[in-house]
């Protein structure tokens, strides 16, 4: 009796989950919901993209120098910016004094490199950084400001543009961390007079907007000084921005403080180390590490902050450009110019907040989960 | 052998710490209060001399300028007090609505920027990267100068439905008329409302009870929306509409929304909600997976999970970051005074300020209506926030 295996049909291979087919199935079209959303998106992204790109770039104007090289046939006019780029970085700083400012940009480039090379010791990126909070500013300033050595004096009411943008947020990061770091300690300390002064302080500046900061430093500061003492403008926002910003620096830092075990002030106390030296050697070193996201969102947020100097007058690069923009000769640009600028802004901040990432995944010495 | 005991030298007394203590609050205190008084004397020098009388008398004397927007009756010879209010209401108007709006879209976003499709979440990771790294002030000015100034004149305005209108003047829509009868509609809701409270506490005692469920959820919508739409009906549609006409240059009637407002609106809205959605994405990923694979293994279904198990926790992790962001909201509101949109800061520490030369009194004021939004905002949610904190027993 002969008996014929027939084996059963082969079943069809299973359904791909690698390669692209694969992909497609698991990210785009995973359930109906899915299918439909991915519809959509990819319609509105039709509907949306084309005409951007061709605004943008195949329809932009790029070349000439006038406005008689931008017709109006719904293209981008990016002569505008090109004409007014100079302005733009500068303000109204002197033609012939601007190499001052290329050469500080220059030296700040040349002198912070090492601190972003990662064979550099640590101990020499330490030293370096420090030299450098010290001595950069005057040289920026008088390179800036000039006067002395033979450099003719340019008044700060002339910086404007990316320069004063930078001037200001520079300033302000490099005055509000440190008044951040000890508003933090004093609202953490154990004297009573110590922390009511600091908690009524850091409470004050957080719970008032920066415009009317800037309203107040503008308005009612020559009034607190007396007769005939007057303050520079760009100096005066400075002080504002600085002290609206050192506020929200304190309650970053604070949150990192408090993260750090008792034990570890305990330990610093036990080995006979003092107040200062405990948090210095011991605790801030920790608390800052643990709140470097939060020190560089506030930083961020500052950065963004300096162009409401606009309210009070000063020409940065938002004020610059706003400037321009009504300009009788160049009506009908602002699009081009506040595109540019946000884009400035964004690559700025976008950066700040990628290098904090790497930074934090770098430092990141305890468990990794 | 032995040693020469040396007798412990008792340390100076400037090295006493609980002397120190002392000596450190003292010399704080002083300076604080010695700094006070300097500008103190320094601004009554300054204020005689520029002639300018300080106090609030100023706020009864008569305004004379008009203010574009007020929801309540000013006319050019109400009192600066009464700009105040405006100004004040005006303030409050534009962040409420922000803040609803934000939170909408915040959360629509955070969720989308944890989908599964990776065209929804890379489209929403756009937005939120693109949105909060552009500083607001430029986005209220691209919104105002750029997009609003472009819009074409009243008689060539874009129509939608022939309802609503949108030119250079800002929006114009319709305008809802409350006719007699109106009043038992919104009776029907209230009615409505008090009977889903007793039945959510109904069904919450039997499922105590029995552990049978009761769909609440449909049962007070329906109750909601179909209690007042039944009356609404039963009394003969009591609601027209008054639809803007245009007159010569310009629409009348309706509701209209100034550019300035809508500009700021739209501007703060979408900043604040990528700073939501960041919040709400973190919260959502703060709940363990574990908790939805056990929600899962008893046998619970996928909404009820997101509802009962993930938000509750999730929410815990929100409420206080969202808070700060509701509170950035109201201060960045005051950025209005950019584009003159007749908020609190544009209006009285600006126009009136510069009227009556009263900068300490007009700058004093609005930084204590600002600060006790502030405190009065983050009271609220702390209290909220006690109800979904973690019960520890």
């Known amino acids: ?52 790109l061709r605004w943008v770039f195949w329809d932009a104007h790029w070349r000439g120098d006038s406005r008689a090289d931008c017709p109006a046939d719904g293209g981008a006019c990016w002569v505008f910016i090109r004409v007014h780029f100079e302005q733009f970085m500068y303000g109204f700083y002197p033609d012939e004094q601007r190499w001052r400012v290329k050469t500080a940009l220059a030296v700040l480039i040349l002198s912070a490199a090492p601190l972003f090379i990662r064979s550099v010791p640590g101990k020499i990126k330490m030293r370096l950084g420090l030299g450098l909070l010290a001595v950069y500013p005057v040289i920026a300033f008088v390179l800036f400001k000039g006067g002395v050595l033979g450099l003719p004096a340019v008044d700060t009411s002339k910086w404007g543009g990316l320069l004063l943008t930078l001037v200001i947020a520079g300033v302000g990061m490099t005055a509000a961390l440190p008044l951040g770091v000890l508003l933090a300690l004093g609202r953490r300390s154990q004297l009573p007079a110590i922390q009511t002064l600091c908690v009524t302080f850091i409470e004050f500046w957080r719970g008032v907007p920066l415009i009317t900061v800037l309203f107040m430093s503008s308005v009612m500061l020559p009034l607190f000084l007396p007769a005939g003492v007057s303050f520079d403008k760009l100096l005066r ?55 470097i996201p939060g020190i560089v969102n506030t930083f961020i947020a500052l950065f963004k902050d300096t162009s409401l100097v ?22 009908g640009f602002s699009t081009e110019g506040y595109v540019f600028t946000a884009t400035v802004y964004w690559l700025f901040c ?20 | 052998m032995t040693e020469p005991i040396s007798t412990p030298v008792k340390p100076p007394i400037w090295n006493n710490p609980q002397v120190r203590a002392i000596m450190f609050q003292i010399i704080a205190l002083v300076a604080t209060v010695t700094f006070g008084l300097y500008i103190f004397q320094n601004t009554q020098a300054n204020l005689r001399q520029l002639g300018i009388a300080s106090g609030f008398d100023f706020l009864s004397s008569h305004s004379g300028f008009g203010i574009v927007q007020s929801l309540i009756p000013y006319s050019e010879s109400s009192s600066y007090g009464r700009v105040f209010w405006v100004a004040l209401l005006n ?43 552009i500083p607001l002030l430029l986005q209220i000015f691209f919104w105002y100068f750029a997009v609003l100034r472009a819009m074409p004149a009243p008689r060539q305005s874009f129509s939608l439905g022939e309802a609503a209108f949108l030119n250079i003047r800002g929006l114009y829509l319709p305008a809802p008329q409350f006719q007699p009868g109106f009043g038992g509609v919104l009776a029907a809701f209230g009615i409505a409302v008090v009977l889903v409270i007793f039945l959510s506490r109904w069904a919450h005692q039997r499922q105590m009870a029995t552990g049978q469920q009761f769909p609440t959820l449909r049962a007070a919508l329906a109750l909601l929306l179909g209690l007042p739409l039944l009356i609404f009906w039963l009394a003969g549609s009591p609601l027209t509409w008054q639809y803007p006409e245009l007159q010569g240059f310009n629409f009348r009637g309706g509701w209209v929304v100034i550019p300035e407002m809508a500009s700021l609106l739209l501007a703060i809205t979408l900043y604040t909600a ?36 993930i938000l509750p926790q999730a929410l815990r992790v929100i409420i206080p970051p969202l808070t700060n962001q509701y509170l950035n909201l109201t201060k960045n509101s005051s950025l209005a005074a950019a584009i003159g949109y007749p908020d609190l800061v544009s209006a009285f520490a600006g126009t009136v300020l510069n009227q009556t030369g009263q900068a300490i009194e007009c700058i004093a004021i609005t930084m204590a209506v600002y600060l006790t939004i502030s405190l009065l905002i983050s009271l609220l949610m702390n209290l909220y926030n006690r109800q979904v904190a973690l019960v520890e027993r």
């Open chain 2, 91 to 133: 303030t409050l108007l534009v962040s409420v609505l922000g803040v609803l709006f934000a939170t909408l879209i915040g959360f629509i976003v955070g969720i989308a920027r944890l989908s599964k499709n990776w065209l929804i979440s890379r489209l929403a990771l756009v937005y939120i990267e693109a949105f909060r790294n």
């Open chain 1, 350 to 369: 976008f950066s700040m907040s990628r290098y904090s990432q790497s930074l934090e995944k770098r430092l990141h010495t305890g468990h990794k989960r």
């Open chain 2, 274 to 309: 990528a700073f939501i959605a960041e919040i709400v994405r973190a919260g959502i990923q703060a709940v363990s997976h574990g908790q939805t694979e056990a929600s899962f293994s008893l046998g619970i279904n996928s909404s009820k999970t997101l509802r009962l198990i």
């Open chain 1, 310 to 331: 606009l309210i009070i007058g000063l020409f940065d690069l938002m004020n610059i450009v706003h400037n321009a923009t009504t300009n009788p000769d160049w009506l």
């Open chain 1, 1 to 52: 009796m002969a008996e014929s295996h027939t084996p059963h049909p082969d079943l069809p291979p299973p359904v791909s989950t690698i390669g692209v087919p694969g992909w497609l199935r698991r990210n785009l079209f995973s359930s109906p919901l899915n299918i439909a959303l991915t519809i959509l998106a990819a319609y509105l992204l039709y509907i949306a993209i084309p005409p951007l």
């Open chain 1, 237 to 291: 926002a400075l002080i504002g921005i600085t002290l609206f910003q050192a506020a929200y620096m304190a309650e970053v830092v604070r949150g990192g403080l408090q993260a750090i075990p008792k034990g570890q002030i305990e330990a610093a106390a036990a080995l006979g180390l003092g107040y200062w030296k405990t948090m210095g050697l011991i605790v801030l070193p920790q608390a800052l590490k643990l709140v």
